[in-house]
């Protein structure tokens, strides 16, 4: 071979690697685009879908458009919010990330449409007088702005890692459009303020009854002598609770649309579901702990399965009820232009609840896993018992606050739990276990190792949680009055 064909030889080898190096420049600069590329293609196929169905109708275009953004709302829920559901039991890795996403979606979507709230109120549950907006044009403009401004609050703070809640998002975007539309007077500021008391209050009792639990289960449990016949005894028992509670919060929470079930037969139905799991799992968990040697590790294993359970029905009542935050004020909207104004309750269109229950399981599938693994492993390590502990106070405390009438945000819940339980994993090491974590002469560095609440995290999730209702109504505002401009 000439010299002249290994000068071209080498030519041609450097310009595929030139090509080849681009090829994999432009994938790693494209990849981060795709999920988000893929949500748009959802949320036209929405207008799409919403054109076709709503056809030549008057103000047809503004119903599109609403349920472009209500498949956007929908699909941040399903980023944002979904994640406390399913990062306990992946942080326990009792679910891979995979399983978590596919148990979710399907859970998320049965409860949305089977569940799902058939009645909201179209001013998000009194926030609003509806005398204040009666007049139609001004009332759909102020939902519209609050649908976007919820949503694009949920995107920023998915966006920057930070569970919020989206309960609170739509309420002040309705605020926020609603002061806007009509002024102060217009706002029911007896539900904000207890609103606002829920920022506080669901999260310390989320976090004090998983802390409850989780001393429990170190008494005992993990701290005795033997631990696979105190396993024996006792996990029976929390799993009987735990089935309990969550018959109890389902029946109020989650079937209440399909069947009305009194408060009072709630806790009937939970307290015999209670009872009978107790005795079924006897005899379970006595199999499942044959063999078993007497170390913590062998007992994670007896709460795996009972967790993945508590997952999916977590996930089945936040679609049942939470469906309405991303598709309440669309409802809205389709009712003011069809019946010519607002009115205090309005039904929910099929097509309406199915956007929002295929744009929960769509924001899960695409933007969930960066929450997921954030609120399962990054707050602070969960294992089996310690996940346990935090679903199950997150269903206690909704069927509390169900019974006292007080607005919580599952978010708030859920996170109050995971933080719950770090705090007095930190308290029990150092003051029981007498673990030395904050020597003064031992490196900084190495003390915040040594702490098992991540303190960053806490920061930003708590910051994140006080601004959310001023920033949704701050947008809302601000989205209301540009789009009544536009439309005068």
Known sequence: MTDHSNKAWKTLHKDLGRVGQLERATQYVSRPLVAPGLALVFMMLVGIAAAVFIGQQPLGFVVVAAAIVGAYMAVNI????????????????????????????????????????????????????????????????????????????INLATWIGAPVSTTHSIVGGVMGAGIAAAGFAAVNWGTMGRIAASWVVSPVLGGVIAALFLAFIKVKIIYVADRIAAARLWVPVLIGIM??????????????????????????????VAVVLTAVMRPVIRRQSTGLDNSKKSLKGLFAIPLVFSAALLSFAHGANDVANAVGPLAAIVHAIQAGGSADAVQIPLWV????????????????????????????????????????????????????????????????????????????????????????????????????????????????????????????AGLFLLLNRIAL
């Open 243 to 272: 089935g309990g509670t969550f018959a109890t919060y389902l029946s109020i929470k989650g079937l209440d649309k399909v069947i009305a079930i009194s408060f009072g037969n709630a806790v009937l139905i939970g307290l015999a």
């Open 353 to 476: 609840m199915a956007i929002g229950a295929l744009g929960l399981s769509v924001g899960l599938i695409l933007f969930g896993p960066k929450l997921i693994r954030m609120v399962g492993s990054e707050i602070t390590r969960l294992n089996a018992m310690r996940a346990y502990c935090v679903a199950l106070a997150a269903a206690m405390v909704v069927i509390l606050a169900s019974w006292l009438g007080l607005p919580v945000s599952s978010t708030h819940i859920a996170i109050g739990g995971i933080f719950g339980v770090g705090f007095f994993r930190e308290w029990y090491h150092e003051r029981v276990l007498n673990e030395n974590r904050t020597d003064p002469a031992m490196p900084v560095e190495e003390r915040k190792r040594r702490k098992v609440v991540r303190r960053a995290h806490f920061l930003t999730i708590l910051a994140a949680w006080v601004v959310t209702v001023p920033m949704a109504a701050t947008l809302s």
């Open 78 to 153: 399903g980023a944002n919010d979904v994640a406390n559901n399913m990062g306990p039991a992946v942080g326990a890795k009792a679910l891979t990330l995979g399983g978590a996403l596919v148990v979710a979606a399907i859970c998320e979507t049965a409860g949305a449409l089977l569940a799902g709230g058939e009645v909201v109120g179209t001013v998000s549950r009194g926030i609003i007088a509806p005398e204040s907006v009666a007049e139609p044009q001004i009332f759909i403009w102020a939902m519209f702005a609050a649908l976007l401004a919820g949503a694009l609050w």
